[in-house]
């Protein structure tokens, strides 16, 4: 049973394309997020949605779009995609309480995405 | 703002040798740490944490860390690696009770015969 599942696990598409990419969690938690990590291996929190509220939101373009239709799913629609985009991106969740995180971050196994 | 650095991108060690990889943070009050782990077309897992109650902290696959806050230090061991060990390890910080993680650039850990 796959705890945090993304979907797709790789997108090859050409610049200027609409994609999404699903994220689903099984693990009950209340707070998802998206990271961006790229080809230096860099890691980047992009957002994050507690109970589907946007909390946190790191200056990322308006053309990258996170929809939380529900606590357990969170979804990243990119809109026209530029070659700087192509990274692997990651979705995660997290147990809070209140105000407080454990800080223990579950991971997907990442989706990859290609721009051409 | 809170930060970390890994020293060295890259450490290489033969099996059955000490694994030590380097990590020091930046904060303004007292952090939360973390190691996470990424095997190859994977994604990350918690290796161990520290969140200000025992400074030696113990975590899977026999690694531990040891937070020094004299030398804002969390650097990450094992005294003894194996060929699994080979992997990407990510130090990473946090503010007590937040849950925005700001990871370091990570280091590609290599494990020779």
């Known amino acids: 049973d796959t705890a945090v599942s993304q979907t797709p696990k790789y997108l090859v598409t050409q610049m200027g394309n609409d994609k999404s990419i699903k994220c689903e969690q099984n693990l009950g938690h209340d707070t998802m997020y998206w990271y961006k990590q790229d080809s230096k291996k860099f890691l980047k929190i992009m957002f994050s949605y507690n109970n589907k509220e946007l909390i946190i939101n790191e200056t990322v373009p308006n053309r990258f779009s996170p929809k939380s239709p529900d606590k357990a799913h969170l979804n990243l629609h990119i809109n026209s995609l530029e070659l700087g985009d192509s990274a692997v991106y990651f979705c995660?969740?997290?147990?809070?309480?209140?105000?407080?995180?454990?800080?223990?971050?579950?991971f997907g196994e990442g989706s990859r995405l290609t721009v051409l | 703002a809170q930060s970390v650095t890994q020293l060295g991108s890259h450490v290489s060690v033969s099996e059955g040798a000490l694994v030590l990889l380097r990590c020091n943070y930046s904060s303004s009050v007292p952090p939360y740490l973390f190691w996470y782990v990424q095997y190859p077309n994977q994604g990350l897992q918690l290796l161990l944490k520290y969140t200000s109650a025992a400074t030696l902290v113990k975590g899977i696959n026999g690694f531990e860390a040891e937070f020094k806050k004299s030398e804002t230090s969390f650097h990450l061991t094992k005294p003894s690696a194996h060929m699994s060990d080979a992997a990407e390890y990510f130090c990473?910080?946090?503010?007590?009770?937040?849950?925005?993680?700001?990871f370091g650039t990570g280091t590609r850990l290599q494990v020779f015969p």
């Open positions: 995660a969740s997290s147990q809070t309480s209140g105000f407080l995180s454990t800080g223990e971050l579950f």
């Open positions: 990473a910080v946090s503010d007590q009770g937040t849950d925005k993680l700001i």
